[in-house]
C-alpha cells in the first residue's frame, strides 16, 4: 500500500491538479471565512464547473473547497465573533472574547494547527481503518444516535453562562423553534400558523447566521466608532501557539479530531455536533475558567476530523457521512464512479489518488490560510461601519442561497431580534443554537426507533453503545448538579 | 483621494443598476430570440440526489443546444411542495423550468400542496426509473417470491424503509403490502440511510431507486431482488420484475420538464426540441446506464396525457392504502 | 431589571399557550408503535412551562431573602443569575450603552431591507439599504456613504452575479 500511496502522490503533483486543489482550497477558504457564506454552498456552485475535469481533478477540487471551508470558519468566529460556517459555532465562545483581549492572532493560529491536525489525523484513520470504522458505525441504528444526541444536549450546561435554568429555557426555546414545519417522520406540517412558506420550517444556517451575525450588525451601526474593540489598537505579535501551548493541548486536540472523526462517520450527525462536543471537552480540560486557547483547539480540531470522518462512510458504504459528502458522492456519480466497497478493487488508483490529493490539501490550507492570518487581522481595521455593512449584505446573500428563498432571510432576520432581545435579559444564546443543531435529530432518531421496535421501549437500552452514552450523560448532570450545589451553598442557598 | 472614491462610486453604482435592469431582454422578446439569458432551473431535491444528478446533467446537456446556460437551484421542503410552489408561481417566459416526477402527485393527494400538473405547462417527459426493492445478501430470501411469501405469512414482521412518509418509494412498498394482503412496517429514512440500517439489521428490507444501491448490489452486500419495471433494465440484467416474479404490479418513477402555466407556444416548443435532442445523445445514454435511468423522450402533448393517466392510478392507489387526504 | 425578567417569564407563557393552541391543529396520524407529530411539543411546551415558573419562583424567593437580608442588617449573597458553570462564552454588548434609537432604527431598517429584496430586487435593495445605514443611521456624509454604497455592492455583484452566477431575487421586475 506505501509503494501504490507514492505513486498516487506522482499522479496528484501535477501542475493541473496543484492548480485545483489550490483554487478549491483558497475558495472553501475564502467562503467559509465569510460569514453567512458555507463551505456547501461553495461546492454546489464549483460542482457544474468539475464536469469538464478528470474525476481525481473534479474531487480534488471539491475537496479542497470542503476542508478549506471548515478551516476557514474559525477566522470569522474569532474575529467578529460570526461563525463562517455552523460547524465553527461553537469556535465563537472562546475565540471572540479571546480576540477582544487582543490575541486575535494567537487564536487564529490555534485554531489553523487545531482544524490541519484533525483533519490529518481524520485523513490517515480513512486510509488505514475506514472499513473497521465504517462497519462499526453501522451498528449506530436510530435507537443509538438518539442516545448520542441526548449526550450531546447534556453539554447544554457548559454553554449555559453560568445560569443553567436560563440554559435550559434558551434551550427550549431552540427546540420550539424546530418544531415548525413538516414533522420529520410522517410530514405533517406542524405551527405553520397559517404561512404556507413556514411548511419548510426554520433552516439551520439562517437562524445561526441571524443569532449570530444580526446583533453584532445592530450593535456596530448603533454605537460610536471610536472604542468598541480595541483589537486593532493591540499589536499582533505571535501568529501560532508556543510550542510549550500546543504541548499542553496535544492530548486535547487529539481526543477532539477522534470525536470528529467518529460523528463524522456516523450518516445523519456532522460538524456542528462535532463542534459542541469538542467544544464540551475542552472546558472541561482548561485550566481556568474563562477564556483559552483550548476552548478552540477542541471545536476546531473536532469539526475538521468531521471531514475525513465522513468520507469513510462515503468511500466504503457509498453512504454520505453528511450533507457535503453528499454531493461529493453526487459529483463521482456524475463521473461514472460508484463509491461504495467495489470502489477500491475497481478503481484503487483512482482512491489513493484521492488520499494523496488530501494530505496535499491540508498542507495548502496550512499555508494559504496561515499566511493569510496576517491579512484576515487587517480587515479588523475596516471602520466597522464598513466592514458590518458588508457583511450585511454577504449574510443576506448566504441566508438566501441555503433554499433560494427570500423567507430564510426573514428567519435570519427574526432570528437575529430573538437573539437580541435574550441577551438582553441575560439569556444565553448558546443553548438555543445547539437545540436547533441536535433537536431535529433527536426527534427523528426517538421516532424512528420506536417505529423500528413497534412501540417497545426496549431499544433504546438493548444496545451496549447507547448505554454507554447514557452513562456519560448521567455522570455529567451529576457531576453538573454537584457543582451547581457547591456553588449555590455559598451563596444564598436553597 | 476623495474624488477618485466618488467618481469609482458612481461609476460602480450605475454598472450595478444597468447590469440589475438590463439583465431582462427587452419587454416582450420575441420567442424567436428565446432564450436571451440564463434559464433557472429547479431541482425541488436535494443537491446530490439522483433527481439532482439528472437535472444537472441535462442542464450540462442543453446549454450547447439553446445557447445559454441553465444553473440549477436546489428548493427543497415542505415534502417537495416548497418548489412546485415557487416556480408554478413565476413569469411564463420560459425562463423558470423546473423537473417534474410522479412526486408532484403524491404530494397533492398526500395533502402537502393544493395543486398538480395543471399548474405547469409540460414540455417532455424525459427518463424513467424504477424502483427497486433490496435486502441483505445473505438474506434467507434469495428471491423476489420468497420474500412476498413470507410476507403474506408473517403480516408485522417484516420492516421495509422507504425515502419518507408519502414518497414515491414509500407508496411502492405500501403497493407490495397491499397486494400481499399482508402488514408491513413502514419505516421512513432520509437520503442513503436506508442501506445503513439493512446493514446494521435495524430494517430487512428497503425500497429504493437502483442507482441508489447498485454499488451495494455489485459488491455482493446487498441483493436487488425485483424491480417495479414492466421490464429488466440493462445495467442489472439479471433482476427480475415484480410481475416475473408472480406480482402482477408494474409502476415506474417519471422525471420530466415543464414551466408554468400559460407559457406562449413557441417557447415549448423551442425546449421541447431541444430535450428531445438532449436525450437522444450519446452522452446522456451513457450517463443513464450508469445510473440506471431509462431514457424516455415523450413529447409534451402526449406526456400531459400520460400524467394524467397516472393521476388517476396514483391517487386511486393512494386511496386504497389510505395514504391520501383528499 | 426585575420587572423585565417577569415580563419575559409571561412572554415565555404566553408562548407556551400559543404552541398548545396550535398543536391542536396537528393531525395525528402516526406510524405504529411510535408517538405522533404531536408528543415532542408537548413535551417542550410542558417543560418550558415548568421552567419558567421554576425561575419565577426561584426568584421570588431570592427576592424574599434578599429583603430578609436587608432588614437584619446586612447585605448578603449574589444576584441570581451568577456562575455555576463557566464563564459566559456568548457575546455580550459593548461597555458603553448602545444608542437605543439607532438600535431600534437599525432593526427597523433590515427589516425593511429585506422586504426590498424580495419586492424591488437584491441589488436595487442593497443598494438603498447601504445607503440609507451609512448616512441615515451612522451619519456618515454624504460622500463617504455614496462610494462606500457603491463599493461594496459593485464588488457583491461582480463577485456574486457575474462571478458565480448566482441566482439572486429580482423582485417584480
Redesign the interface.
Known sequence: MVSSILHAFGSVLTPELLLVMLLGSVVGIVFGSIPGLTYSMGII?FLPMTFRLSPLAAISLLLGVYIGGMTGGSVAAILL?IPGTPSAAAT???G??LAKKGLAGKALGTALVASIFGGLLSVITLMIVAPLIANFALNFGPAEIFALVLFGLSTI??????????G??SG??G??VM?IGL?P??G????T?GFSRLIAGVDLLPFMIGM?A??????S????EV??ENITSKKIKTVYPSLKELRRMFWLTFRCALIGIGIGSIPGTGGPVAAFLG?DQA?RTKKS???ALE?IAGPEAANNGVTGGALIPMFTLGIPGDAATAVLLGALMIHGLKPGPLLFSQHADFVYGVYAALIVIHVIVLFVQGFGIRFFVKILNFRK??LF??I???C??GA??VN?N?FD??VM?FA??LA?FM????????PAVLALVLGPVM?DS???A???????FNIFVTSPISLVFYSLTVLILIG?IR??AK??GS??GK | M?RI??L??????S???F???GA?PSSGGSASAYPEK?I?VTCVFGAGSAADLITRKFSDLLQPILGQ?L?V?NRTGGGQSIGYSHVKDQKPDGYSMIWTSNGLLTAYYQGNMDFKQEAFRSIARISYEPVSIAVKYDAPWATMEEFFQYIKNNPGKIRIGNSG?GSYTHLVAAAIENKAESKV????FGQGLAFASIMGGQIEASVQLPSEVLAQHEAKQLRILALSSGERIAALPEVPTFKESKIDLEMILWRGIAVPAGTPNEIVKKLESAAKKAVESEDFKQFCAGMSIIPAFQPGAEFEKFIAEDDRLIGQLMKTIGTSKR | MKI??HS?AIL?LI?CGV?LL?SAK??D?????????K???YI??S??AF??I??EI?SWR?LL??KKMKTAGSV???V???????????????E?A???K??F???V???F??AG??VI????A??L??FL??KG??R?NW??S?????????S??II??LV??????RGI?
Open positions: 456552485l465573533g465563537v465562545f472562546d471572540y472574547p450546561c457548559g454553554v449555559s453562562a453560568g445560569n443553567i435554568l436560563k435550559l429555557v427550549c426555546i427546540l420550539l418544531t414533522d417522520v410522517m405533517m406540517p406542524r405551527y400558523f449570530f444580526i446583533p453584532q450588525i445592530v450593535q451601526f448603533s454605537t460610536t472604542k468598541i467544544y472546558r475558567e474563562g477564556p476552548g461601519c464598513y455593512s458588508t450585511l449584505v454577504l443576506t446573500i438566501y442561497a433560494n427570500v432571510i426573514y432576520f437575529g431580534l437580541f441577551t438582553k435579559y441575560d439569556y444565553p444564546v448558546a426527534e426517538f421516532r424512528r420506536l417505529i423500528l421496535s413497534q412501540g417497545s453538573q457543582r451547581s456553588n449555590a451563596g444564598t | 476623495k472614491g466618488l469609482l462610486g458612481f461609476v460602480l453604482v454598472v450595478c443598476l447590469a440589475g435592469g431582462e440564463p433557472e446556460s444553473p437551484v412518509v412496517v413502514h419505516v421512513p | 423585565k425578567n419575559v415565555a408562548v404552541w396550535y396537528i393531525s396520524s402516526t406510524m405504529p408503535g411510535a408517538p405522533g407529530p408528543f415532542f411539543p417542550i411546551i417543560l418550558l421552567l419558567t421554576l425561575n426561584l431570592r431573602q434578599k448578603r449573597g449574589g441570581s443569575e451568577q456562575e455555576d458553570c463557566a464563564h459566559s462564552p456568548v457575546q455580550s454588548f459593548g458603553e448602545a444608542d437605543r439607532k438600535t432604527l437599525s432593526f431598517l433590515i427589516f431591507y429585506i429584496i424580495d430586487g437584491f441589488y436595487p442593497a443598494v439599504a447601504l445605514a451609512l443611521i451612522m456618515i460622500l463617504k455614496l462610494s462606500g454604497t457603491a463599493i461594496i455592492s459593485g457583491v455583484f456574486f452575479s458565480f452566477q448566482l441566482p439572486l431575487p421586475f
